[in-house]
């Protein structure tokens, strides 16, 4: 089965932007801002951009684009020993597919709801919308309820179509729409809350730090957080993307790119929020409203913003570009990670529509308990996100066994117009981002132990426990040892693989 390619740089590009760019960029991100001191949160969180995300990006793609093959088989081709941690990086994400399928199906139902309220004096339509309702009912009632799981499959069959055509005509082209959609929409929204009357507090708040804040430890690990989930670095979401490059593509540049283009659209949508916050409110709630989680991290987003937007201008239609640009980055997002599925099923030997198919049905059936239950979504989420901090790690330690010279000069330098990568980037993958693992693990369970579940840290069956953790990865992690040789065989037969012989190397 002969593979697609991405027609052009810009279409991967657009692409690797749609990947990184999600709900997380628009919804927690100006929450975390704004719990961690606000633009003194700016500072860690662009420095480990270079720090975490980038040098992973870079290795992502290095990976994507040398074996030609998915999360599973690109570990296995630079080192078979470690196929397994390949296949806990893409079960991982798929884990966390499943109820972003969930996410992409309540911002679908916002949307909805925002229309019908901009057509209803003109349709004279009978049907309840958002607008100038009691937002925290309208959640609770939606929430749990059969319409999420209409609109959690609404969120799949979408993006199964997509996926299925293929990827120049699915995710190729639909990225050409959907992304620049979603910065036209961000700009319009940020435009309009800057230029609000109060505005210019929320916007010293974003731009002006304390920089006494450096001093205080949780900046910079909630900075670190940020960027590791936000960009989708250690995912697997951009390594299978970069299946689809093209021989000349650049591996450092469009990593860059991406990583920078995440933390613009991120930027955008704190102009677009913490402005409008400010503007409505008085200083002091407005610090309170802007760090609401509420369940499962939704406060801001699906109960506040309403409440916010009815006290401004053109606030009904606001609304709706607010909740169609949350609709337009979840989309982007969801189909690099049902692609990764995909391309899992298709190295395995199924054709792309087959593969799309049980990736789909899969995500349905594994998502209805968080689409029906929030107590599930809030454990899954816990667990899987923190997951992505131990996926990261399997790729360093991965590169670090295949040799990170290696890699820089052999892999990452394969294409003459790229930029160069200096040796700093061994000593990143070597020593800072293990480190920067460890500090993010202890501190996510410190958490956990003292402030989450600090009764209950241990057990297994409590929704932010410690004990929860273990038991799921290390049920996933046994079964994937187990059958570690059965998948290697599937994948490569006794071909030997391009790790270094008597690191990477294993004919079995």
């Not at 992502?60 to 074996?67: D, F, S, Y």
């Not at 009978?126 to 999420?148: C, I, M, N």
């Not at 406060?299 to 506040?304: E, K, M, P």
């Not at 117009?417 to 020593?431: A, E, M």
């Amino acid at each position: 089965m002969k593979d697609e390619r991405f027609t052009s740089r810009w279409a991967l590009l657009l692409a690797a932007i749609g990947m990184a760019i999600g709900t997380g960029n628009i919804w927690r991100f100006p929450r975390v801002a704004a719990q961690n001191g606000g633009a003194v949160f700016l500072i860690p969180w662009m420095l480990f951009l270079f720090l975490w995300s980038i040098p992973l990006l870079i290795v992502e793609v290095g990976m994507g684009k040398k074996t030609r093959m998915g999360t599973i088989g690109a570990f296995g081709s630079l080192n078979r020993k470690f196929t397994w941690m390949g296949g806990f990086v893409g079960f991982c994400t798929l884990s966390i597919t499943f109820y972003y399928c969930v996410v992409t199906g309540w911002c679908f139902r916002y949307a909805a709801a925002s229309l019908i309220d901009i057509a209803r004096p003109v349709a004279k339509l009978p049907l309840g919308g958002l607008w100038q309702s009691d937002s925290g009912a309208f959640w609770s009632a939606f929430s749990g309820s059969s319409l999420a799981v209409f609109f959690h499959f609404a969120a799949i069959l979408i993006t199964t179509m997509i996926i299925a055509r293929g990827v120049v005509k699915g995710i190729e082209k639909a990225n050409r729409i959907l992304i620049p959609a979603l910065f036209v929409l961000l700009v319009i929204a940020a435009v309009r809350a800057v230029t609000l009357p109060g505005a210019e507090k929320g916007l010293n708040f974003l731009f002006e730090p304390e920089w006494k804040q450096l001093l205080n430890h949780r900046v910079w690990l909630a900075g670190l957080s940020q960027s590791a989930w936000s960009t989708g670095a250690g995912w697997g979401l951009i390594l299978t993307y970069a299946v689809y490059m093209r021989e000349e593509g650049e591996i450092v540049t469009n990593s860059f790119l991406a990583g920078l283009g995440n933390n613009s659209a991120s930027l955008l949508a704190a102009m677009a929020i913490i402005p409008t916050v400010f503007a409505v409110l008085p200083q002091a709630q407005a610090l309170s409203t802007v760090s609401e989680t509420g369940p499962a991290s939704t406060g801001l987003t699906f109960i506040w913003i309403p409440r916010l937007f009815e006290h401004i201008q053109g606030g009904q239609l606001f609304l709706f570009i607010f909740f169609l640009a949350l609709s337009v980055a979840a989309v982007s997002s969801l189909i690099s990670m049902i692609e990764l599925g995909t391309r899992i099923m298709i190295d395995f030997g199924l054709s792309r529509r087959k593969g799309v198919l049980i990736i789909s049905a899969g995500c349905f059936i594994f998502g209805l308990p968080s689409a029906l239950s929030m107590k599930f979504f809030q454990n899954q989420d816990w667990v899987w996100s923190v997951g992505l901090l131990l996926s990261g790690l399997f790729y360093a330690v991965t590169i670090i066994s295949y040799g990170t010279d290696k890699f820089r000069k052999e892999i990452a330098a394969s294409c003459c117009n790229d930029l160069p990568l200096s040796r700093i980037f061994n000593f990143i993958i070597k020593v800072i981002i293990p480190v920067e693992f460890a500090a993010m693990m202890i501190w996510w369970f410190t958490r956990a132990i003292t402030v989450f579940a600090p009764d209950s840290w241990y057990h297994p069956f409590r929704t932010f426990s410690v004990g929860t953790c273990i038991l799921q990865w290390g049920a996933l992690i046994a079964l994937l040892l187990i059958f570690n040789r059965q998948i290697r065989r599937r994948l490569f037969g006794r071909e030997i693989d391009y790790g270094l012989e008597g690191k990477g190397g294993d004919e079995s």
